[in-house]
């Protein structure tokens, strides 16, 4: 059984997180802005689908990118130097955030609902939320988005409407400032990009200690 939080309740410790399915935490509770950010500060987020409750998750192990990890080709480099696109940061959020819960693939959607394109734009408008968008002939091709707390960013979710566009998108990202970048959960293409997994344990250990830095400055010109 995971506990289900009323408005003032507390999160419980990560530690409590169950196994199968790997990292529920709790349920319930609401998306507001102080929610969202005490708990991304414990190492939690939300996930969930449209028309169920709020559920609360910390992964064990958790996936992650260090900056400095991550994977550049001779090919992929190439395309950076070349620019064939402009990139700005804080400029559509919200934008952003719907073209992340498009359909992709045939699928129906995202987990991204209205509940949850809501609260992140608060958060947005509060400072705590950015996104990184690249722009092709005058078009939103590519962005991410997702919860910047002192030297830490949490990425949320990231989409492509023309090749490359979201990995140069996490290029600038990685170039921002930030020591460590949570990915969540597992996927193939994170980890060809040079994400990682790392034990919960050591994960909350590294939050603890850059959640305390300087914010970074957003910037959105950054040379390759």
Not at 24 to 33: E, I, K, R, V
Not at 60 to 73: A, C, H, K
Request: a negative charge; hydrophobic letters at 45%; proline letters at 7%.
């Amino acid at each position: 059984m995971i506990p289900w939080l009323t408005e003032n309740s507390p999160f419980p410790p990560v530690a409590k997180a169950l196994r199968e399915p790997n990292g529920l935490l709790a349920a319930g509770g609401a998306l507001t802005s102080r929610r969202l950010l005490d708990a991304y500060r414990h190492g939690i987020f939300p996930w969930y689908s449209a028309g169920d409750p709020i559920l609360w998750w910390s992964p064990d192990p958790r996936m992650v990118l260090f900056p400095e990890e991550f994977r550049i080709s001779a090919s992929f480099a190439k395309v950076l130097r070349n620019k064939p696109h402009e990139v700005l940061t804080d400029t559509a959020f919200e934008q952003v955030m719907r073209a992340c819960a498009a359909p992709r693939n045939g699928q129906p959607g995202t987990w991204i609902d209205e509940q949850m394109i809501a609260a992140y734009c608060e958060l947005h408008r509060l400072g705590h939320a950015h996104s990184i968008e690249i722009w092709m002939d005058g078009k939103l091709s590519g962005g991410l988005y997702g919860v910047a707390i002192g030297r830490m960013f949490y990425g949320e979710s990231m989409f492509s409407l023309a090749a490359n566009a979201s990995k140069i998108a996490l290029a600038h990202l990685c170039r921002q400032g930030y020591l460590m970048i949570d990915c969540q959960m597992y996927t193939p293409h994170l980890a060809s990009l040079g994400a990682r997994l790392i034990p919960r344990d050591i994960f909350i250990a590294r939050l603890e200690e850059l959640l305390n830095c300087e914010p970074v400055n957003w910037q959105s010109d950054h040379e390759y």
